[in-house]
């Protein structure tokens, strides 16, 4: 079945330690996004890709970094910059020209320990 | 530059109840799309509904039903008869040309037996 796979679903982080969040789709689609979202608030953007080799910051960039090498990956990377880096993180596609809504992964808790 | 604003942040009703969920959205765009999604505790974001800006229909679904005003950019989300199944956070969004997905903060809804 298509998809997007996030993966872990729990994560632990030392302070001081870069880590890695997977994201994965299926579907084919062009545009990927990272959004963050603190306990009892939204979701805010951290970056979006809408094709290989190009992304863009959104609101709360500041910390974290990705790479969009493949059409079918979009892992972010939280750094030792970021100063408050628990949160749940999630990943989402969309095929822009079709014009479909954003299909989301399960999501990622980071916490750092 | 684009807003979602959803003021309830939390509505408790009583099972059977009708709730209506507001969204306000601004954009100064013309061409643009306006998304409902569902978050239950295993904090997944399940989509309901979209509606591009050229189409103010009502839409009806089973319990579900959604008011769609420009003229008030309001995009209104009605459960009828909830249940208890309908607790959850409830995100309004809107896209401006498939570049990003502004999200708002979220309505959380208790439905109590």
């Known amino acids: 079945d298509g998809g997007i796979t996030q993966s872990p679903k729990y994560l632990f982080r030392k302070e001081g330690q870069n880590v890695t969040l997977s994201c994965e789709q299926n579907l084919n689609h062009d545009a990927m996004y990272w959004y963050r979202q603190d306990p009892g608030q939204g979701l805010r953007l951290i970056y979006y890709s809408q094709i290989v080799n190009d992304f863009q910051k959104g609101d709360i960039a500041e910390g974290y970094s990705v790479s969009r090498e493949k059409k079918e990956s979009f892992p972010l990377t939280v750094t030792s910059a970021q100063k408050n880096p628990t949160a749940f993180y999630l990943c989402?596609?969309?095929?822009?020209?079709?014009?479909?809504?954003?299909?989301f992964g399960q999501g990622t808790r980071l916490t750092v320990v | 530059a684009q807003k979602v604003t959803q003021a309830q942040t939390e509505i408790s009703v009583v099972e059977k109840e009708d709730v209506t969920l507001d969204c306000v959205y601004e954009t100064r765009d013309t061409t643009y799309y306006l998304f409902w999604y569902k978050q239950p505790p295993s904090g997944e974001l399940v989509f309901l509904i979209r509606r591009n800006s050229f189409d103010e229909q009502n839409e009806i679904s089973g319990r579900y039903s959604w008011n769609f005003q420009k003229s008030t950019s309001s995009f209104n989300f009605t459960i009828t008869a909830s249940q208890v199944v309908d607790s959850a956070v409830y995100f309004c969004?809107?896209?401006?040309?498939?570049?990003?997905?502004?999200f708002g903060s979220g309505t959380r809804l208790s439905v109590k037996p």
């Open positions: 989402a596609s969309i095929n822009r020209a079709q014009g479909t809504e954003a299909f």
């Open positions: 969004a809107l896209s401006v040309r498939y570049s990003t997905f502004i």
